[in-house]
Structures are given as C-alpha cells and as structure tokens.
C-alpha cells in the first residue's frame, strides 16, 4: 500500500517537471521571435460609459400593492359662529328686464302718390299687387312726369311728357316660377336747343323760328318681358325681351332678345353655358340730309359664354370665354368675335379687406331705344351698329372699414371699337324740319381707349341715417375723333337719407359732372368754309333734396327741391335745364 502510494506521487513529479521545463523553453524561444520581428499591438481606447435612456430598466407589469393596513378617514366636523350684525337692507326679488319691440310696420300691396310743382309740374303713380292665389299675382303700375316748361330765352315749346304702365303677372310651381310683363311707355319732347343766332339768321319778313314752330318728337314703346327659373335639372333659366318703338317721325324698330342658361356637371365640376341671341331691326324715314331716302339697320348677335366657377376656401375664381357671330344683313357683312371673362376675388383678412380683379369683354347691341333713353334730343336719322368692347381689365379692393363703413376702389383699362359718341349736328339755316336747326345730335363711333379710377364710400350708421360718395375719374384716348365727344372727364355724387324722427324724413343728393367736349359749327350760311370747333361745356353741380312727413302708417306728405343751386347748366349743347324747380305732393297707402 505505501509502495504504491509512492509510486504516484513519483509519477506526478515528473509530469509536473516536464510540464515547467517545456514552458520555460517555449517562453525562451518566443522572447527569441519578438527580438527578430517587432509584430503588432493592439490599443483599446476606453471611453466613459454615459447611460441612455434606453438602457433603463423598465417594468413590464404594474406591481400588485398588498397593504394589510388602510387608514380610515377621520370625520371632520364644521361649525358657524354667527354675530348678529345691523342693517337696513332689503333685498328685492329679481326681474327680467323687458325688451322693448319696435312696432311691426304693416304692409300695403298698393299705394298712389300725386305732387305738384313749378313749372307746371306733375308727378303721379299708381301701384297696386293682387295675390290671386297661393302661388300667384297679379301687378300694375303707372308712373306720369311731365312739365310744361318755361325755361328763359327758349322761344319754341321746351315741355316734356314721361307715361309708363307695366301689367305684370307671376306664378310659383313646384319646379319653377315665371314671371312676365307688358310694358307701354310714350314720351314726348321737344327739340327746343335752337341757338339765338340761328334766330337772328332767320328770314326778317317771314321767320320761320317763332314760338308756334313745332319742334316736338314723340316716342312710342311697346314691350313684353319673361323670365323662368328652374330649381333642378340642366336647364336653369331663362329671360326674353321683345320690344317694338316707333316716333312721330316715322320711325321703327324691333328689338327681340333670348337668354336661356343651362348648367351640367363635367369631371365633378359645375359648368355654367348662357347663351344670347340678340336681334335688332329698324328704319329711319330720311337721314339727315333729307334726300328722302330709308335707311334701314338690320343685325343678329348670336353669342355663347361657357363658364367654371371654382371655390377654394377664401378664393374664388370664374374661368370663361365668350363667343359672338354678328350678322349685318344690310351691309351683307359677318364678323367673329371671341372675348375673355376671367373674375377672381380673394378675402385677404375676412369682410374687411377682399382684393378682386378681372379681364371681360362683350359684344354690345346698339339701338335706337337705348340712345334716345340717353340723349332725348337725338335725330330719327341714326346710324346703329354693334360696339366691340374688346377687353375691360380691371382690379380693385373692397371691404369694410369698420361695421357701419364699407369701400371700394378700382382701376380699370379699356378698349373699345366702334364706341358711340354724341356729336352735335350742324344746322340748315331756317330749316322747316324739326330737328335740322342746329338742335339735335347723331352719333359717331371711334376705336376709345379708356382709363378710369373708381371710388366708393357707403356710411351705414344706424337704421336712421345711411349716406354714399362715390367718384369716377376716365382719361379717353380716341382714334379718328379728336374729343371723347360728350364724355366727361369727372364725375361724382353723394346721396343721403336721414330719419328724423319717427313722423320726419329727408334727404339730399349732390350730382357732379366735369367738362365735356363737343364740335360747334359756323350758323352763318354765307361762311361754307367755316370749319367746326371745338366747343367745352361747362362742369355742373346740380343739388336736390327733399323732406317728408308721416302722418300715420298710410299718408304721407313730402317736399322736393331740385336744383337748389339754381345753375342754369347745360346737359347738352345748347340745351340749358330748368333752374330752381319746387314740388309737393302726398302719397297714400291701402289694401282693397
């Protein structure tokens, strides 16, 4: 047993000695091979640990708290120590304080006004609704101004007549509602513009130029209007118009206009199509050189206007274009005419500032009705053709100013061709012919370039006093005619009403109009030579006001002055208007 015991330790004495002998060999030989070759090192760069949050520890469930011992809440308990304290006040029980209503006006579907004034004037209407029924009505409506004149150094009749009665009728459907109208109008006046010294002219023994010469000129003007409206479907309305005038001087004219629009989605968007078709027909007995010969104006507008409107929050915007064919039958003449219709408006800072702009252009139908409504004193011997209003570029800003005051300003660039302008016509001395002593006007057209200037102020103080200034500035440039002829430069006015009390009323307008330009031709018939001038006619103020008075809900008595500045102005070449002019009257109102 010990023999054996010693022969294992032996055994594990040489094996550790052999093991210490190969190391120190092997530590020997390496030392050997690092003084041969240098070799590498490798350096670790330790960098302070800096903790992020994503290296925290986080609890994946919420611990389960079992306390064994809860805390009871102790009960409090308040006291109120009260001291008797002297006093006189009472408290009052509450009322909700009343709203005073103002008194709910009442209605009338008809009433009739009458007033007279100087120079024998007169002024009446007459209006009057019937409800038919649920859905329908029935209308009249006559209005009658009329002066006998009496204006200072006019030896001819200078008296004027205006007559207007409208029937009209309406009815609502489910669907639709329509409505139409018959509309009789006669006008009278006189070509009383006569200058004093064709007067003077005049033959000595036998003047023709006396106070019995008749100089007047009568219209008479017979139309039928209708409009339709649809709530669904393509079709969305319709308007027409068909007019007839004829004067004491045997002329004509028919005047017949369509507007139906339509309406139809494309690629989910509106488009808006109005079409127009616009025909005017007449005829003048003599031109103005009275060689007794017709003429006759003949035109047909036929015109498309496609249109998007597009809504982007504070923006809106039109995108259209519009397209006329013109047919001039007596001139066998046919023209294109294609014009822009661009708007677009944007709410820069709500209601208080909305900048807006746009680029339109038309085709406008001249007529004889229209010119006379104009220009009363023109000669039945007009030439009449379209206006191409190539384009009207404009931009502007409105909004308001404060709650009661609103603006607009605009400016606006213009082209026209073929504009009409009045032009006074040369006399034919002591002529038997109304309208050939130097006293009426006809019309010459001109390519126009304009440029104006816009303004507005609207006061809405209360619902007692609102008042409006408005003023327009234009600088024309002409073609072929040296003036603008009768254009003015300037023009402003001011229109106010002011509720007074409950019983007054008033109210007050200012006109302004700047100087304008006409041609003025030589009376002397000896003198052919003569060339015509240029002629300025004054600018004019002209202020009306009026004031009323309520008796109750149904009469009312009311005063009107015209021209308060008693300025003896002239509109037109040598017609000057009436000067201070007064008028009273009373209107009442009723049901039957």
Do not use: C
Not at 71 to 88: E, L, N, R, W
Not at 367 to 392: C, G, H, K, R
């Amino acid at each position: 047993m010990i023999i054996h015991q010693i022969k294992t330790y032996k055994t594990i004495f040489l094996l550790v000695l052999g093991l210490g002998v190969s190391q120190v060999y092997a530590q020997e030989e390496e030392e050997k091979e690092e003084k041969q070759d240098l070799g590498t090192e490798v350096v670790n760069v330790v960098k302070p640990y800096t903790p992020t949050i994503s290296d925290a520890f986080k609890v994946k469930a919420t611990p389960k708290l079992n306390d064994s011992v809860n805390t009871a809440k102790k009960k409090v308990t308040y006291s109120i120590f009260s001291v008797p304290v002297a006093s006189t006040f009472t408290p009052a029980k509450g009322r909700a304080a009343a709203v005073k209503k103002a008194p709910k006006l009442k209605l009338y579907d008809n009433y009739a006004t009458l007033g007279f004034g100087s120079f024998t004037s007169v002024l009446a209407e007459f209006y009057s609704n019937f409800q038919i029924s649920r859905t329908e009505d029935f209308g009249v409506f006559l209005n009658h101004n009329s002066s006998q004149g009496g204006i200072d150094n006019v030896i001819v009749d200078d008296f004027f007549y205006d007559t207007r009665l409208n029937l009209n009728y309406g009815a609502r459907e489910r669907d639709f509602s329509w409505r139409t109208d018959l509309d009789i109008q006669h006008q009278v006046f006189n070509w009383y513009g006569i200058s004093p010294t064709i007067i003077d002219i005049g033959p000595a023994d036998a003047p023709i130029l006396t106070e019995d010469f008749d100089v007047t000129h009568s219209y008479i003007t017979g139309a039928i209007n209708g409009s339709v409206a649809f709530k669904d479907g393509i079709f969305k309305e319709g308007k027409g118009t068909v007019r007839y005038l004829s004067d004491s001087e045997s002329s004509n004219e028919l005047r017949a206009i369509v507007k139906p629009t339509v309406e139809f989605p494309i690629a989910g968007e509106n488009i808006t199509t109005a079409f127009t078709v616009d025909y005017v027909n007449g005829s003048f007995a003599n031109d103005f050189d009275m060689n007794l010969e017709e003429t006759n104006h003949s035109i047909l507008n036929v015109g498309i206007n496609p249109s998007l409107v597009i809504l982007r929050d504070d923006l809106t915007v039109n995108l259209g274009v519009a397209g006329f064919v013109s047919l001039d039958s007596e001139n066998s003449d046919t023209d294109f005419f294609v014009y822009p219709r661009i708007t677009a408006s944007y709410r820069v800072v709500g209601d208080y500032f909305i900048a807006y702009g746009g680029l339109e252009g038309n085709l406008k139908q001249n007529s004889y009705y229209d010119f006379v409504q104009e220009n009363p004193f023109v000669a039945p011997s007009l030439a009449i053709t379209p206006t191409d209003q190539q384009y009207d570029g404009y931009l502007g800003m409105k909004g308001k100013l404060s709650n009661n005051v609103s603006y607009n300003l605009r400016a606006n660039y213009s082209a026209e061709s073929n504009k009409a302008l009045f032009v006074f016509n040369p006399a034919q001395v002591s002529s038997p012919v109304a309208f050939l002593n130097g006293n009426s006007f006809s019309i010459v057209y001109d390519d126009v370039e304009t440029l104006g200037v816009f303004g507005e102020l609207n006061f809405d103080v209360n619902s007692n006093f609102k008042m409006k200034i408005n003023g327009q500035y234009n600088s024309y440039t002409t073609d072929n005619q040296a003036e603008a002829w009768n254009l003015p430069e300037l023009r402003a006015s001011v229109f106010a009403d002011y509720q007074i009390t409950q019983q007054w009323f008033a109210g007050i307008n200012l006109f302004f109009v700047g100087e304008r330009q006409d041609l003025l031709f030589s009376n002397d018939p000896t003198d052919i030579l003569a060339q015509p001038q240029i002629t300025t006619l004054d600018s004019y103020l002209d202020a009306n006001a009026h004031v009323g008075y309520r008796f109750n809900d149904r009469l009312s008595a009311f005063g009107r002055v015209n021209n308060i500045l008693n300025s003896d102005y002239q509109k037109w070449l040598n017609y000057e208007v009436q000067g201070l002019q007064g008028m009273v009257g009373a209107t009442y109102k009723f049901d039957f």
